[in-house]
Antibody, heavy 119, light 106 residues
């Protein structure tokens, strides 16, 4: 059974930093690109970032470029999102998902971890 | 690429058929997916490549379209179908989602 388990969310002050983790199991993690998608309270889905299977290519939405860094450790089957210079508008549930790049879709999603940026 | 879903909300009854549309601001070939999300839950993939049903998804769900105009159709609504639906384009980065369509029970 595929499982994606996010952790690391919490309350952080504006300007602060946080690192999210996503532990993957049940599939060949090192063969899949991975993503972070977020959802602000009561709002729609927003793609945040994608990393290729090898980690050699990364992509970001404009609003997080220069502040967030996506990375992965294929030896640990774990995806990360390092977030810095956090703003109130980064408050959201953050989901990790896999990415089937050959046909292009996200089929497995974690349960999400809530990040709240507030003083 | 902007995706515009219509309607933003929809009321329907069990057994009704409904259609949700998604229009892209430029052509995206068939790199479009549809997701269903229930309150407090992660999204669930329904359809990818505009018209391919994900394994395990009931056949009352169908998708069509190519280029800029796409539709998601639910042929006979069941109680578990009342949820929010999102389209997503994966043709180019940044990947984008539509604003969502909330399907409510009439």
């Amino acid at each position: 059974e595929v499982q994606l388990l996010e952790s690391g969310g919490g309350l952080v002050q504006p300007g602060g930093s946080l690192r999210l983790s996503c532990a993957a199991s049940g599939f060949t993690f090192s063969s899949h690109a991975m993503n972070w998608v977020r959802q602000a309270p009561g709002k729609g889905l927003e793609w945040v970032s994608t990393i290729s299977a090898s980690g050699g290519s990364t992509y970001y939405t404009d609003s997080v470029k220069g502040r967030f860094t996506i990375s992965r450790d294929n030896s640990k089957n774990t995806l990360y999102l390092q977030m810095s210079s956090l703003r109130a508008e980064d408050t959201a549930v953050y989901y990790c998902t896999n990415y089937v790049t050959s046909i292009r879709y996200f089929d497995y999603w974690g349960q999400g971890t809530l990040v709240t940026v507030s003083s | 690429i902007q995706l515009t879903q219509s309607p933003s909300s929809l009321s329907a009854s069990v057994g009704d058929g409904v259609t949700i549309t998604c229009r892209a601001s430029q052509g995206i070939s068939n790199y479009l997916a549809w997701y269903q999300q229930k309150p407090g839950k992660a999204p669930k993939l329904l359809i990818y490549a505009a018209s391919t049903l994900q394994s395990g998804v009931p056949s009352r769900f169908s998708g069509s379209g190519s280029g800029t105009d796409f539709t998601l159709t639910i042929s006979s609504l069941q109680p578990e179908d009342f949820a929010t639906y999102y389209c997503q384009q994966l043709n180019t980065y940044p990947i984008t989602f539509g604003q969502g369509t909330r399907l409510e029970i009439k």
